[in-house]
């Protein structure tokens, strides 16, 4: 019987550039790895030491990535039909006594750099802005694939590019245009405060 053997999982910058080449946010990745909010998406792609994705997971991704919506839906049917229980949430249908939708993300494109706030708050989506601006005045907007901003736990990710040229002096300037503009941001694994705060509307 084939089965897989001696499998490496792929390492984080891998997933890095998986997620640069399909352009998604950190939220839309996990949801495509069947991750939750135990484990997320930037966990497996950043920080001292990040997870490894293992087989199932990584099946479950290159499945959803593989498969046409007709092709993945008679997996769940076949899922269920093994005996499996599940709520799958169809986004092309929705319950007439369903509650209010979640807020919307909002995307946006400048410099290059793909810029998502997860609830699509102005704020956040200012603050990406400015720092797309200031990574291109710093001469590092190439280095910058995207900035995800996770309205949920007020905090700010980016993922780099793997581009040539990507040294400790080209990652000190986007530090330095996400420590200019950024309120609350990740980077190399540490959380570091930035930006000037919104003023309070009291």
């Given at each position: 019987?084939?089965?897989?053997?001696?499998?490496?999982?792929?390492?984080?910058?891998?997933?890095?550039?998986?997620?640069?080449?399909?352009?998604?946010?950190?939220?839309?990745?996990?949801?495509?790895?069947?991750?939750?909010?135990?484990t997320?998406?930037?966990?497996?792609?950043?920080?001292?030491?990040?997870?490894?994705?293992?087989?199932?997971?990584?099946?479950?991704?290159?499945?959803?990535?593989?498969?046409?919506?007709?092709?993945?839906?008679?997996?769940?049917?076949?899922?269920?039909?093994?005996?499996a229980?599940?709520?799958?949430?169809?986004?092309?249908?929705?319950?007439?006594?369903?509650p209010?939708?979640?807020?919307?993300?909002?995307?946006?494109?400048?410099?290059?750099?793909?810029?998502?706030?997860?609830?699509?708050?102005?704020?956040?989506?200012?603050?990406l802005?400015?720092?797309?601006?200031?990574?291109?005045?710093?001469?590092?907007?190439?280095?910058?694939?995207?900035?995800?901003?996770?309205?949920?736990?007020d905090?700010?990710?980016?993922?780099?590019?793997?581009?040539p040229?990507?040294?400790?002096?080209?990652?000190?300037r986007?530090?330095?245009?996400?420590?200019?503009?950024?309120?609350?941001?990740?980077f190399?694994?540490?959380?570091?405060?930035g930006?000037?705060?919104?003023e309070?509307?009291?």
């Amino acid at each position: 019987m084939k089965t897989l053997r001696n499998y490496v999982p792929p390492d984080a910058r891998a997933l890095q550039s998986l997620q640069a080449r399909l352009g998604y946010s950190d939220a839309r990745m996990g949801e495509l790895a069947g991750l939750d909010e135990a484990t997320p998406w930037p966990s497996y792609t950043g920080g001292p030491e990040p997870r490894a994705l293992g087989r199932q997971r990584l099946f479950y991704l290159a499945a959803r990535l593989s498969l046409d919506e007709t092709q993945w839906q008679r997996v769940l049917q076949a899922m269920r039909d093994i005996g499996a229980r599940f709520d799958y949430d169809d986004p092309g249908q929705a319950a007439a006594d369903a509650p209010a939708p979640a807020p919307t993300p909002d995307e946006d494109r400048q410099f290059g750099i793909l810029l998502v706030s997860r609830n699509g708050a102005f704020h956040e989506m200012e603050q990406l802005r400015e720092f797309a601006h200031w990574a291109h005045e710093f001469g590092v907007d190439r280095h910058v694939h995207s900035a995800f901003y996770d309205s949920d736990i007020d905090l700010c990710r980016f993922v780099l590019a793997d581009a040539p040229g990507l040294d400790e002096a080209s990652r000190d300037r986007v530090f330095d245009a996400a420590f200019k503009t950024i309120t609350r941001f990740e980077f190399d694994g540490r959380i570091y405060r930035g930006g000037i705060p919104p003023e309070s509307d009291g």
